[in-house]
């Protein structure tokens, strides 16, 4: 099974196969939050000494999608 790589992100996820309790989470986490989150991990990679953007396309890549 291929999986599809939008922005970087691997997406793994079989949507039809979410149970009602994830689907309901799913719904709860809105773009404000993904916004924060992302803003979040790129500066915590960097207060680490990476850049996080190359270092995910090297994970991606590891995965041989």
């Given at each position: 099974?291929?999986?599809?790589?939008?922005?970087?992100?691997?997406?793994?996820?079989?949507?039809?196969?979410?149970?009602?309790?994830?689907?309901?989470?799913q719904r709860q986490y809105t773009e404000k939050d993904?916004?924060?989150?992302?803003?979040?991990?790129?500066?915590?990679?960097?207060?680490?000494?990476?850049?996080?953007?190359?270092?995910?396309?090297?994970?991606?890549?590891?995965?041989?999608?």
């Amino acid at each position: 099974m291929g999986y599809s790589v939008v922005d970087g992100i691997p997406w793994l996820l079989d949507e039809a196969t979410l149970s009602a309790l994830d689907r309901a989470f799913q719904r709860q986490y809105t773009e404000k939050d993904a916004r924060s989150y992302a803003r979040l991990v790129r500066l915590l990679s960097l207060l680490l000494g990476c850049w996080e953007p190359r270092e995910r396309r090297k994970i991606v890549d590891l995965l041989d999608l």
